[in-house]
Nanobody, 120 residues
Framework: QVQLVESGGGSVQVGGSLRLSCAIS?????LGWFRQIPGKEREAIAS???????MYEGSVKGRFSISRDSAKSTLYLQMRSVKSEDTAMYYC?????????????????WGQGTQVTVSS
């Protein structure tokens, strides 16, 4: 059984940085970060596979970085040059079966989310 626990959310000013973490238990083949704004659908923003190949959604590419520390069983999302539109609930997600890994992969396991609020 895969369990995911996010941490690191909070308030940050426009232009600042924040790092989200996701503690992982269980076997995974693909990991991702999603975000959701109230009233909108949850969107995939970054993914990483077991070979550390990454993909990014256009609005975060060049500003956010997904990485994993296998020794610590932790997934990270480094956020830089944040904008007010980055304000959202952020979720980490995982899948345990082999298959396509990318922004449009089917993720089965989800964390509870961590709120990020960007203020000017």
């Amino acid at each position: 059984q895969v369990q995911l626990v996010e941490s690191g959310g909070g308030s940050v000013q426009v232009g600042g940085s924040l790092r989200l973490s996701c503690a992982i238990s269980g076997f995974t083949t693909c990991l991702g970060w999603f975000r959701q704004i109230p009233g909108k659908e949850r969107e995939a923003i970054a993914s990483i596979d077991n070979y550390n190949s990454t993909m990014y959604e256009g609005s975060v590419k060049g500003r956010f970085s997904i990485s994993r520390d296998s020794a610590k069983s932790t997934l990270y999302l480094q956020m830089r040059s944040v904008k007010s539109e980055d304000t959202a609930m952020y979720y980490c997600a995982a899948r345990s079966n082999w298959g396509f890994c990318g922004l449009r992969a089917v993720f089965i396991h989800w964390g509870q989310g961590t709120q990020v609020t960007v203020s000017s």
